[in-house]
């Protein structure tokens, strides 16, 4: 009989609970994880209350996490029983043409990388399963907690993709728009990627607080009127040299292609969950002739940027702390958590689960 | 007394005539050019037609043309009078800091490079202005005719953009959407470049056959049924690597994003001419995350880039000969040039005016 | 019992014959192949006349071919047994960090992707052993023969390379330096990618003919006197955009830093196989500051680029026909084919066993 | 009869004086300045000391500092006489092929765009001439001194460029070779950059006291032996992602070359002041075949960038005090200051003189 395991699932649409379910089972170049530490993710808030990804039974969620290995396929190289590692929220299938020509979260097809809560189960389960255990595990660094490892499962990743695909050089002004947890990591990758004038478009104050510590020159609160005339005062008409999408809605796209500059880069990493199209203004994009440069991308993953950006918190240059504002204690409390995110109280950036 | 220039003008919304100006004067840096041949533009009739930059009264138009110097300014140091040279169509401020970020095109601001027939009088005139002469200007080489030389203004520089903001690779599948000429001159540039299959998207038979001497190995007509369906099945279902909009009207956008794998790029070059707004549609752009990336731009001109292309066509390497299908001789045919460009007959894809 | 095959193998330094080995075991994720067309790579040449990995004991040699499959791991999806399938000479680790970070050639540490003949033993066997076979091999698609589908394995492979990693751009001046099989490939290559002035040095008068076919505008025969002097005089000693190594010796280095402009870049596929140093001319490189760039690689392989460049020649936008001087037929005939390789008759370009 | 200027200029290989010459004239587009403050380089004593120009007569020296307009050409736009600018040390002809491909600093050939005390006068001069004013000088904003305004003219914008040409990315491994001042902003840009680890090779104890504050993680001193052996330990002998050469000789490269991973770049900014060659070392370039890059180039200056970089001060991400170590007083000061760079002190990084 197959053994079971204890999971926390979208039981359907709006709809969340305890289940139990028969365990994964280890493929030659798996790896079996046990959680150590679990966190919600505003995408798991859209899965189930926004239908995100549709209508799903049973789901178990969870894409942020870190965990001790249980089990690990013959092909595995490099872990072994007992290891504790970092697993990001992407998993790729690396040896897929898409990953060869660059763009490994759409393996197999677009947002294909994407699996956790979505085309297998989640984290959130007394053991998950990892494909491809070599590539997209990495040990946890002595000097990483593991609630601030949980950062890099998905908040890290996703927002310094922002300030990658912004391609920030040496002293631009950049934009962020949104300054919850993705796009704080947005601030501090434009920070780090050697922003000046650093714009933040965000109004709750502990957000505001953490963004000025991670480099954010100026706050921006749509409160005080247009977002885009205060870019655009504060650069003397110019407008920024990048604009990062962390956040808004559909409409937020206009406001960005409105405050970047003809040869500028809007870069999104948020997920935009409403309408048809997603809308470019047509004379702000000079007609079709700005040079305004529209990205989007999905976080890219694996064992090399684990190691990359771990390598950050651990030569003190990037201290995901101030972000993690509340923390659980137990399994049981994944479903706390997940509340938490839903509901954002004030006060909250992240809530962590230590198990 | 100021000296007159006779010259063909936009005389305000849907009307156009000839007019006498005053003659231009020469900046110390600029020089003055007698056109020896000229093209009209598509943009010419969005410009009178379509009130693509609002109205204007007595606006010389004409941005396609090459022509002998016959006066050049104290500073300039390359060129003298006599010399007969290639004109590109946007005459950037090469020392502006748009210029100097890599952003010529949009010196002094977006699309502030366009000066022809724009923000001065453009080419239609017995003499016209061409600002910063040594960075604007190229010698016609021994080799290239003057009708093929009014080619290397637009239609080459801004085709081949679009093959270039594409960013394609070896081996890359491509689909140019719309084949007039720039959208011939982006299937020419996306074929040297390296592309091996190489859709273009177009009905006239004209331009089909020219599409194909240009390197396109498929032929994709609106009116066998959605382009997108036939994009992708000529691709097994996964889509194409870039796509290059060449024509079209903001719903192609839709198009373009929905046929392009995840990983590649929509590069336009087209002129979006009606509609507040450009959609992207939000499901195929993978809700924001496709990293489907969407570029466009302004052709950039200068000496730099006419020399280079011209080079091409003296190596035999691209012959712009098939697309001028209509040589009219003599100043005054300007007038029937630009309305065989408004009207386009089936066998029209460009005339040009030798004078 | 294991199971015997016979093979062609490096004996010791400056000895080859056939030999009996066990036959390879097919990991989880592996296939077994039998060789269906081979040819021989100078590359086999330096290894044994030359010392180029050290003295090896009953290596087989072989890395350029194409093969049936006979065996696969239970972990591949996409391949069968029966399968005919392009194989590359390098066959990467694609979940190491290393391809993670975009150099899947160097999986494992520097050259690590080179495996056949080099760190197991290579495809001049009956059957040899290929890792990750999903990411590794690609359909040998209908319309490419055997012989044709061999110049996949490396020779386009490296060729290509060296005009990638020249970012050659649409009418750059390109010299190609050797026009052995790799340096046509890298004129192929250059052309492809859209140069349009380009030299190919070289005097082998079939050589010579065949690059001319790939695009060489202009052929720089050192019998002529200096290569840089020929260079400069045909740009007017402004020097070329860009050169491609593809021969020569460590001295080549030098003249390649010397005819290319600043600001151009000298892009290195050649095995350098003697000297403790490549010198890089100290005044030419503009004591450090020229923005001359040097590159230098290893062909990068993989499912995604032998689909790719297939599909150069599906659509007859690459030919490597004229690449094949000499076709052998039975496996035998290998030793005959490498030895051609070694002595280099004045006909001979590349040689290809079909078996 | 022409007015004539005081000014501080080489008189010959090893001998440096107070001379009067005329005094610079003002083309159309140019500028000239009085300085307020001077910084000398080691480029000056390299100039004097080590015949890196060649033997000169009566050349001015300088080429880092700052001033005031005292008269602008006709066709000069956004400066005025009184201005306080910020200079450059390279000042290009923007409009040049060479600029316009990219490539500024290497206007009208190699080096080009190197005028001060180079191809002309420099800036230690009562008046000096500054080309395309426009182009090449920017307001010094309130809030930076002019002692700091000196060190944007050259040591920023060179150590910046090594980061730069390193394209290092978030979280690499980068070692810098050299802690002079040049090598200090090399630190700080690619900390800037996002690199975690970062090695400093130095060991003079000011120098590396202030290498830590930009950000360095680790000191790697000669004296303690191999410094590749150093950097290979501290990276678990895999090698670092980035090396920035920004002192040392010719063998340093090889140094270098040898502690970078496949896959790496090596970035110069240093002056290679002695030997024919710089060496590669063939075996750990990977017989040409590592993909280990290797870069170099004069720094890029402009508007453009002065005032980018001139943000990051603004806005505190920047601190060039530290570098600050003399600051003299009175345009006679000149002289000292340069034999203090000539002699250099233990406590010496950068002195300045303030006018």
């Known amino acids: 009989m197959a053994k079971k395991v204890k999971a926390f699932a979208m039981l359907g649409l709006n709809k969340v609970g305890w289940i139990e379910k028969d365990?994964?089972?280890?493929?030659?170049?798996?790896?079996?994880?046990?959680?150590?530490?679990?966190?919600?993710?505003?995408?798991?808030?859209?899965?189930?209350?926004?239908?995100?990804?549709?209508?799903?039974?049973?789901?178990?969620?969870?894409?942020?996490?870190?965990?001790?290995?249980?089990?690990?396929?013959?092909?595995?190289?490099?872990?072994?029983?007992?290891?504790?590692?970092?697993?990001?929220?992407?998993?790729?299938?690396?040896g897929s043409v898409e990953a060869q020509s660059?763009?490994?979260?759409?393996?197999?097809?677009?947002?294909?990388?994407?699996?956790?809560?979505?085309?297998?189960?989640?984290?959130?389960?007394?053991?998950?399963?990892?494909?491809?255990?070599?590539?997209?595990?990495?040990?946890?660094?002595?000097?990483?907690?593991?609630?601030?490892?949980?950062?890099?499962?998905?908040?890290?990743?996703?927002?310094?993709?922002?300030?990658?695909?912004a391609d920030i050089q040496l002293g631009e002004t950049v934009c962020v728009i949104g300054i919850g947890p993705v796009g704080l990591m947005a601030v501090a990758g434009a920070n780090l990627r050697g922003a000046s004038h650093l714009f933040a478009v965000g109004s709750r104050p502990d957000c505001v607080r953490v963004a000025k510590?991670?480099?954010?020159?100026?706050?921006?609160?749509?409160?005080?009127?247009?977002?885009?005339?205060?870019?655009?005062?504060?650069?003397?008409?110019?407008?920024?040299?990048?604009?990062?999408?962390?956040?808004?809605?559909?409409?937020?796209?206009?406001?960005?292609?409105?405050?970047?500059?003809?040869?500028?880069?809007?870069?999104?990493?948020?997920?935009?969950?409403?309408?048809?199209?997603?809308?470019?203004?047509?004379?702000?994009?000079?007609v079709g002739m700005s040079h305004k440069f529209i990205h989007g991308g999905l976080m890219i993953s694996g064992r090399y940027r684990l190691e990359k950006f771990a390598s950050l918190m651990l030569t003190g240059k990037l201290d995901v702390k101030p972000m993690i504002t509340h923390t659980l204690h137990g399994f049981d409390k994944v479903e706390e958590a997940l509340l938490l995110m839903k509901d954002k109280p004030a006060d909250l950036i992240k809530p962590v689960v230590i198990i």
């Open 23 to 94: 365990a994964p089972t280890c493929g030659v170049n798996d790896a079996l994880v046990k959680p150590l530490a679990l966190a919600p993710c505003t995408s798991d808030v859209h899965t189930v209350w926004e239908g995100a990804i549709g209508d799903r039974k049973d789901l178990v969620l969870g894409h942020e996490g870190c965990g001790e290995i249980v089990e690990v396929g013959a092909a595995v190289k490099d872990f072994k029983v007992g290891d504790r590692v970092l697993v990001g929220a992407i998993t790729p299938d690396w």
């Open 102 to 165: 660059g763009f490994p979260s759409h393996s197999g097809g677009m947002l294909g990388g994407w699996k956790f809560s979505n085309s297998k189960d989640g984290m959130m389960s007394e053991i998950f399963h990892v494909n491809e255990a070599d590539a997209n595990l990495a040990l946890i660094p002595d000097g990483i907690s593991l609630a601030e490892a949980c950062m890099l499962s998905d908040m890290v990743m996703t927002g310094f993709l922002g300030a990658e695909m």
């Open 213 to 286: 510590g991670y480099g954010a020159t100026e706050i921006i609160n749509y409160k005080n009127g247009s977002i885009v005339e205060q870019a655009l005062k504060l650069t003397n008409g110019k407008g920024v040299d990048k604009v990062i999408l962390a956040g808004g809605d559909e409409k937020t796209m206009i406001e960005a292609v409105q405050m970047v500059k003809a040869g500028g880069i809007v870069s999104n990493v948020n997920y935009f969950g409403s309408g048809d199209y997603i809308p470019i203004p047509r004379a702000d994009w000079g």
